[in-house]
């Protein structure tokens, strides 16, 4: 038995249809930090989910919190944006679960109704299913991982819409750029300088080497916020730091 874990904070937009394509399952884990909106409501909705709150604590440590919530030992982890296809749904119903082994899935991702295969988006394969007695999740802040030696890949994939809007691409800059500061507190030098080249080479790496050029204006923008996320945290750091920019 699989139970499904996922963590929300203001998710109300999204949530639905998430949980939606997880009906299946007996266990729906949903690990909330201090949503004001109706994502506690939509997910009391539904007859499988169980709903906890926690403060935030980062995501991977966050990740841990919601498995030992969980009934089951295998933890299938979403997102608040992101759907389980069909075709998954179906491989996991025939696949012959290892406890040793840790499963990954390719994740689609899209904007703007359209499946965006450049920016860096086109060839993620992420482990999202694990046996909580062999595997756990970094104590990371920010882009946290599973913690695991032998990961299995699967087919089929799971489907992610991150941003539907100009004010999604602005709070998550808000809220990744915070944490990546405050994880690299006094472990990574940055000044302005060291801010200005990390933001010209995330745009030049996500619109030319990572072809958003072709993805049209969705690839031009999604590269635009990756130079802006990236100037904005190593100048939160400069200043966690105490190395004024300015």
């Known amino acids: 038995m699989i139970s499904v874990c996922i963590l929300t904070k203001n998710a109300s937009a999204t949530l639905r249809e998430t949980l939606e394509s997880v009906r299946i399952f007996d266990e729906v884990i949903v690990l909330d930090n201090g949503s004001t909106d109706d994502t506690l409501q939509i997910a009391e909705g539904f007859p499988n989910v169980k709903v906890h709150t926690f403060p935030f604590i980062g995501f ?37 679960l290892n406890p040793t082994q840790t499963y990954s899935v390719p994740r689609h991702n899209y904007y703007n109704n359209k499946r965006i295969k450049g920016c860096g988006w086109g060839s993620e ?46 709070a998550k ?26 933001a010209l ?33 190593y100048l939160k750091l400069a200043e966690l730091n105490k190395n004024r920019c300015f």
């Not at 890949?153 to 602005?170: G, V, W």
Request: charged residues 20%; positive net charge.
């Open 60 to 96: 991977g440590p966050l990740r841990n919190e919601a498995a030992q919530f969980a009934k089951n030992d295998w933890i299938l982890v979403l997102d608040s944006d992101e759907v389980l296809s069909p075709e998954l749904m179906a491989e996991l119903k025939g696949l012959q």
């Open 125 to 170: 394969q992420i482990a999202r299913l694990y046996h909580r007695q062999f595997a756990k999740y970094s104590p990371s802040q920010v882009h946290e991982r599973l913690e695991a030696t032998h990961v299995t890949p699967l087919k089929s994939p799971i489907l992610h819409t991150p941003y539907r809007s100009t004010a999604d691409f602005l």
């Open 201 to 233: 080479f995330a745009f030049f790496r996500s619109y030319i080497l990572k072809r958003g050029l072709f993805c049209g204006r969705e690839g031009f923008l999604i590269s635009v916020y990756n130079a802006n996320t990236a100037l904005y945290k």
């Open 173 to 198: 800059m808000q809220q990744y750029s915070t944490l990546f500061a405050e994880q690299y507190r006094g472990k990574k030098r940055s000044s302005f300088a060291i801010a200005l080249m990390h």
